[in-house]
Every structure is written in C-alpha cells, then in structure tokens.
T-cell receptor
Framework: GNSVTQMEGPVTLSEEAFLTINCTYTATGYPSLFWYVQYPGEGLQLLLKATKADDKGSNKGFEATYRKETTSFHLEKGSVQVSDSAVYFCALRASSASKIIFGSGTRLSIRP | NAGVMQNPRHLVRRRGQEARLRCSPMKGHSHVYWYRQLPEEGLKFMVYLQKENIIDESGMPKERFSAEFPKEGPSILRIQQVVRGDSAAYFC????????????????FGPGTRLTVT
C-alpha cells in the first residue's frame, strides 16, 4: 500500500544552519506530495506541494523537489530561524484518492 | 473567509462516556475529512464525507465510532463508550468538490480537538 517514511526527530539546529529533513514514499501511480507544518498547539498548515515528477515546491524559504527516480521529497532550507521550530509532516495523496497519507512527523527545534 | 472551525478545542471524558466532535468546513466546501493523531505520531485518515453521504470510511474503527455530515450544520464525529486509547487529537479538513477529472483540491485543516479520556 501507499506509505511515507520520514526522518525521525527530534532535530536540533542552531539559527542560520542548513536544514534537510528526508522523506521517501511508496505509492502506485503518480501521487501528489506535500509538506505540512504544525506549530505547538495548532493544526496543520500546508507548507508546500508538488504534483508531478521534477516539480519543486517552495514557500517561506523552504524547498522540496519531487524525485520519482528516488521516490523522495526531501525538505530543505538554507538558513533556519527560531520561528521555524515546529513539527514537519511529509505526506502524499494518491492520484486516484482523496485521503492524505502522512509520515510520522519530524520535530525541529532551532536554538538562538 | 473563516477557516475550518472545530469545537470544542479540548474535551475531557471519563471512560464509558460519549464524545461528540464538531467540524464546520470553510465556506463553499462540501467535503469533509477526519483524521486522528495519536501522541507523537502522524495523522491517520479516518473518514471522508460529503453532505449526507459517507464516501470513504476505510480508516474508521469498526465499533463505537461514527461520523455524519448532515444537509444543515456541522460534521459530527461521535465516539461512544470512550476508552483511554481514544485519547488523541482529532483533526478535520475540508475541500471544495472534487472535479470530474484532474487532481483533487487541497484540504484545509482545522485547529483540532484534543480528546482526553480519564
């Protein structure tokens, strides 16, 4: 079945460090891929998405590229801020389905 | 345009009681999804509803859980005879109707209801 595997946390970085959170997926067909962010005590917000191979999603300095050959959608940011501290979820939606399948989440903490 | 509304935000129930969670979708959205997030885990799909219709309930536990989305009013997720293992955050998402062809629209998430069973 369809699934998402992402890097386990917690990840702790200093401010202005480079961030990578790995995400790989298993799916039939051509799924859409997402990164969601959850700030403490809040619901999920869509951070970025990509709907086909080689698409790059980007938002707020974060980027992720849909790599079909490696079935990956790694999240990157060149210089993190304290305000980026949150839990990040990689997710997919199969091309023929409506439900979203989430990874287990990666908690990110940024030190000033 | 108000976002997805969920209430209550926090709900405490004793074992054996009933829990009712409400979700009001964004204006113009007729599709609602419920997800459950157990502590330190990702979200798991439970059920997908349109007005007066359950489309996909493949993630719903077979017993004690039910969901509805009536013609008028919010969507309700109902848990009967709650047990400690039901303690979780329950998130609702909504989207516009899915077009006949093409990729489904984005889902917009509410703030969640945190259920604690004592």
């Amino acid at each position: 079945g369809n699934s998402v595997t992402q890097m386990e946390g917690p990840v702790t970085l200093s401010e202005e460090a480079f961030l990578t959170i790995n995400c790989t997926y298993t799916a039939t067909g051509y799924p859409s891929l997402f990164w969601y962010v959850q700030y403490p005590g809040e619901g999920l917000q869509l951070l970025l998405k990509a709907t086909k191979a080689d698409d790059k999603g980007s938002n707020k300095g974060f980027e992720a590229t849909y790599r079909k050959e490696t079935t990956s959608f790694h999240l990157e940011k060149g210089s993190v801020q304290v305000s980026d501290s949150a839990v990040y979820f990689c997710a997919l939606r199969a091309s023929s389905a409506s439900k979203i399948i989430f990874g287990s989440g990666t908690r990110l903490s940024i030190r000033p | 345009n108000a976002g997805v509304m969920q209430n209550p935000r926090h709900l405490v129930r004793r074992r054996g009681q009933e829990a009712r969670l409400r979700c009001s979708p964004m204006k113009g959205h007729s599709h609602v999804y419920w997800y459950r997030q157990l502590p330190e885990e990702g979200l798991k799909f439970m059920v997908y509803l349109q007005k007066e219709n359950i489309i996909d309930e493949s993630g719903m536990p077979k017993e004690r859980f039910s969901a509805e989305f009536p013609k008028e009013g919010p969507s309700i997720l109902r848990i009967q005879q709650v047990v400690r293992g039901d303690s979780a955050a329950y998130f609702c998402a909504s989207s516009p109707p899915i077009p006949p062809t093409g990729v489904a629209y984005e889902q917009y998430f509410g703030p969640g209801t945190r259920l604690t069973v004592t």
